[in-house]
């Protein structure tokens, strides 16, 4: 320590005389803290005064100082450090800082001036009154927003006070210190990136205040920021009407369209939730939009023979309350998908073979409930069949014969009626109808052969069977069974019957006699 002391030590030595009596004055620069018994000068050397004269004057140290800091060892002519010097204690921030002495000495009297100036040591740590501050600033806050720090205190002087400050992470925040008039600094801390609850609702920095002392010395405080939420936007839709066409036939849960609104506001504030707004109608349980990103689908099924339009309100809110709503307009196309429907209203199994053409068979309606082309219907039937079918109205029909019937040429007609509509593909229906065509006696018997020859031995057995002769009938049942009879003529006089008989079922000849 006294190498040190030495190299503080500035010597201002000069000589006046008064009144005849010595007046000398030295000054000696001395660092603060320095343990008792240091070195502060040499007096002997720097006033010029002998040591013995220092003994015979009785040299004393006068001061005006509450402590004795500075005691004299006059057997050598120093002054040394008595107790140890606290600069902070004895200046507090006045600079410089010094002790005034005077040395007295008796016979004669003479008298000296010595100051001890006390240079500061960077003794004294910056520190902050508080451990820490708490703010807290609204997400909404604006870039440039101040917020005024504590500064930190240090009880030493000059260079060993503070001289900076900093601020630590610097993602939101700078700091910007501005010099006071009394020379101090006041400390704040400026918004320059905004705050986002929802990213980060609490940021911790740490306040530095470092001293320019040899080492640097610093104290630290928390700065704790609670950043609150702000919902200052309502959310808005980027268009107030969407219009989508969707055919009948759509399966569920075909997308149809994706709303969207935006909220200017960070997080849950601007946060957009979407909701169907509808109550007084099916479009609840026809359409379901996805709350969190506004996609409209379908979830149940679309009848276009129902409903061609459907309004769907879409409200968009944010956690706050604030809300927009915009329109969804889906407008239903027909597509072909019914086929007609067949409905036989009256029919007749059979028809008589003599029954006149343009006789109905069956009456019949038609149905499709498709719009327009799709629900347009034409009838047919095979080509060659001896019927018809006529329209009676647009959707009444009747089936009836063409042409004049022989039940001997076909006896059942499988009738399938085609029903057609006009969409594209087109789709159709079929019904069958099996008809049966009654007889008449309209064909009489022919015999196989116009003559038949026989002979037979004369004496014969009465009952011979001869020949036998056939006929046939192109009618039904009833009307084709055949019998046989024997015509009344004579042979000679004497009648057939007499020869001959026939057997009425069979046509089989038998010899009489
Ligand atoms: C009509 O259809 C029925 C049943 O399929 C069948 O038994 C019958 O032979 C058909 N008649 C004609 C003339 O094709």
């Known amino acids: 320590m006294s190498d040190r002391t030495m190299k503080w030590q500035v010597m201002l030595l000069f000589f006046c005389l008064s009144l005849g009596s010595a007046v000398g004055q030295v000054t000696y620069s001395i660092?603060?803290?320095?343990?008792?018994?240091?070195?502060?000068?040499?007096?002997?050397?720097?006033?010029?005064?002998?040591?013995?004269?220092?003994k015979s004057g009785k040299a004393r140290i006068y001061t005006e100082d509450k402590a004795d800091y500075i005691e004299l060892n006059a057997?050598?002519?120093?002054?040394?450090?008595?107790?140890?010097?606290?600069?902070?204690?004895?200046?507090?921030?006045?600079?410089?800082?010094?002790?005034?002495?005077?040395?007295?000495l008796e016979d004669p009297i003479e008298f000296y001036s010595v100051t001890v100036e006390v240079i500061d040591i960077n003794d004294n740590v910056p520190?902050?009154?508080?451990?820490?501050?708490?703010?807290?600033?609204?997400?909404?806050?604006?870039?440039?927003?101040?917020?005024?720090?504590?500064?930190?205190?240090?009880?030493?002087?000059?260079?060993?006070?503070?001289?900076?400050?900093?601020?630590?992470?610097?993602?939101?925040?700078?700091?910007?210190?501005?010099?006071q008039q009394d020379g101090s600094k006041n400390v704040e801390m400026v918004l320059q990136k905004p705050l986002d609850r929802e990213a980060q609702n609490h940021i911790s920095l740490t306040l530095t205040a470092t001293d320019g002392g040899e080492p640097k010395l610093s104290g630290a405080m928390r700065v704790d920021i609670s950043v609150l939420d702000a919902n200052d936007n309502a959310p808005?839709?980027?268009?107030?009407?969407?219009?989508?066409?969707?055919?009948e036939t759509a399966p569920k849960g075909t997308i149809l369209s994706t709303v969207s609104a935006t909220d200017a506001d960070e997080?849950?504030?601007?946060?957009?939730?979407?909701?169907?707004?509808?109550?007084?109608?099916?479009?609840?349980?026809?359409?379901?939009?996805?709350?969190?990103?506004?996609?409209?689908?379908?979830?149940?099924?679309?009848?276009?023979?129902?409903?061609?339009?459907?309004?769907?309100?879409?409200?968009?809110?944010?956690?706050?309350?604030?809300?927009?709503?915009?329109?969804?307009?889906?407008?239903?196309?027909?597509?072909?998908?019914?086929?007609p429907s067949i409905n036989i209203m009256s029919k007749t199994n059979s028809v008589t073979e003599t029954s006149k053409p343009g006789t109905v068979v069956t009456i019949f309606n038609v149905q499709d409930p498709d719009s327009g082309?799709?629900?347009?219907?034409?009838?047919?039937?095979?080509?060659?069949?001896?019927?018809?079918?006529?329209?009676?109205?647009?959707?009444?029909?009747?089936?009836?014969?063409?042409?004049?019937?022989?039940?001997?040429?076909?006896?059942?007609?499988?009738?399938?009626?085609?029903?057609?509509?006009?969409?594209?593909?087109?789709?159709?229906?079929?019904?069958?109808?099996?008809l049966q065509i009654s007889d008449v006696n309209d064909n009489a018997p022919v015999f196989d052969r116009s003559t038949y020859e026989?002979?037979?031995?004369?004496?014969?057995?009465?009952?011979?069977?001869?020949?036998?002769?056939k006929a046939t009938d192109a009618d039904w049942k009833q009307n084709a069974?055949?019998?046989?009879?024997?015509?009344?003529?004579?042979?000679?006089?004497?009648p057939v019957s007499s020869y001959v008989s026939v057997s009425a079922d069979s046509g089989v000849i038998h010899a009489v006699r």
């Not at 660092?31 to 220092?54: A, C, F, H, T, Y």
């Open 31 to 54: 660092p603060e803290e320095m343990s008792k018994g240091s070195l502060v000068g040499n007096i002997g050397q720097d006033l010029g005064i002998d040591v013995k004269r220092l």
């Open 75 to 104: 057997d050598r002519g120093l002054l040394l450090v008595k107790e140890r010097i606290d600069r902070e204690a004895l200046c507090g921030q006045t600079t410089p800082c010094a002790l005034h002495l005077q040395i007295t």
């Open 127 to 179: 520190t902050f009154q508080k451990e820490e501050m708490r703010f807290r600033i609204s997400e909404s806050a604006v870039i440039g927003a101040k917020f005024v720090l504590e500064r930190a205190m240090d009880l030493d002087v000059g260079i060993n006070a503070v001289q900076g400050y900093s601020l630590k992470p610097t993602d939101n925040f700078i700091l910007k210190l501005h010099n």
């Open 236 to 247: 808005v839709f980027t268009k107030k009407m969407y219009k989508v066409t969707v055919p």
């Open 267 to 339: 997080g849950s504030y601007g946060n957009v939730l979407y909701s169907i707004a509808n109550t007084l109608d099916y479009v609840p349980s026809i359409f379901q939009i996805s709350k969190e990103n506004g996609v409209v689908a379908l979830t149940g099924s679309l009848d276009y023979e129902k409903a061609q339009l459907y309004e769907i309100h879409v409200q968009a809110s944010d956690d706050g309350g604030l809300t927009d709503s915009c329109k969804v307009i889906v407008e239903v196309t027909d597509t072909n998908d019914n086929p």
């Open 373 to 434: 082309e799709n629900g347009k219907v034409a009838c047919n039937i095979e080509e060659h069949m001896p019927f018809l079918i006529k329209a009676t109205s647009k959707k009444f029909f009747s089936l009836v014969t063409d042409s004049e019937l022989d039940r001997e040429r076909a006896s059942e007609y499988n009738i399938t009626v085609s029903c057609s509509d006009e969409g594209v593909p087109s789709l159709s229906s079929t019904v069958t109808l099996t």
């Open 454 to 469: 026989a002979y037979i031995v004369e004496n014969n057995t009465p009952g011979l069977s001869i020949f036998t002769v």
């Open 481 to 494: 069974r055949v019998s046989y009879i024997l015509e009344d003529s004579s042979v000679n006089g004497v």
